[in-house]
T-cell receptor
Framework: AQKVTQAQTEISVVEKEDVTLDCVYETRDTTYYLFWYKQPPSGELVFLIR??????QNEISGRYSWNFQKSTSSFNFTITASQVVDSAVYFC????????????FGTGTQLKVEL | DTAVSQTPKYLVTQMGNDKSIKCEQNLGHDTMYWYKQDSKKFLKIMFSYNNKELIINETVPNRFSPKSPDKAHLNLHINSLELGDSAVYFC????????????FGPGTRLTVL
């Protein structure tokens, strides 16, 4: 069975702080994919990153970075120098080949960035 | 150009009514989905269609019936609406196979009174 755990329900930080959102997954598949999506207060779901299970290289995109560690089944997301516009709910998701493209989402982490 | 669009954005209706939500994508994708997001923000897949063929049907009440007239459209019809159907419904699309990145529509907030 596929499972994604985002243990942090809500995080509050002050602007310019760095913040890490945790994502732990469970799967028996050897080939799988991990995703992060952002849901700002306006409600849409915005794709941030897709990573396959064979690529453990960390990725950086501007202020965003992702740390994928198969040994701990984690795919954590760090925002450096957070800004108010980063305030959103962030979802981690897991998919696997043969699953008909089904994504299993975590319960999301609400990030609030205050001035 | 909107990649995945849904109409309507808001839908308020009475219990027992029948309603439809429409979804269209212009990304050239073969696979489309419906997700339900409940009041606690939990996202769960309902259906997946690949090139008009039903691929995933996740224990959804049969009051919910998806219809895909072509691979660019996936509509959701809901019969005999219940209070518990109140939620935000998201349509998404992706390339076939994968799992590839799913691109989501803006969502339809359904409120059943």
């Amino acid at each position: 069975a596929q499972k994604v755990t985002q243990a942090q329900t809500e995080i509050s930080v002050v602007e310019k702080e760095d913040v890490t959102l945790d994502c732990v997954y469970e799967t028996r598949d050897t080939t799988y994919y991990l995703f992060w999506y952002k849901q700002p207060p306006s409600g849409e779901l915005v794709f941030l990153i897709r990573r396959n299970s064979f690529d453990e290289q960390n990725e950086i995109s501007g202020r965003y970075s992702w740390n994928f560690q198969k040994s701990t089944s984690s795919f954590n997301f760090t925002i450096t120098a957070s800004q108010v516009v980063d305030s959103a709910v962030y979802f981690c998701a897991l998919g696997f080949t043969g699953g008909g493209n089904k994504l299993t989402f975590g319960t999301g982490t609400q990030l609030k960035v205050e001035l | 150009d909107t990649a995945v669009s849904q109409t309507p954005k808001y839908l308020v209706t009475q219990m027992g009514n029948d309603k439809s939500i429409k979804c269209e994508q212009n990304l050239g994708h073969d696979t489309m989905y419906w997700y339900k997001q409940d009041s606690k923000k939990f996202l769960k897949i309902m259906f997946s269609y690949n090139n008009k063929e039903l691929i995933i049907n996740e224990t959804v009440p049969n009051r919910f019936s998806p219809k895909s007239p072509d691979k660019a459209h996936l509509n959701l019809h809901i019969n005999s609406l219940e209070l518990g159907d109140s939620a935000v419904y998201f349509c998404a699309s992706s390339q076939a196979g994968g799992p590839h990145t799913q691109y989501f529509g803006p969502g339809t907030r359904l409120t059943v009174l």
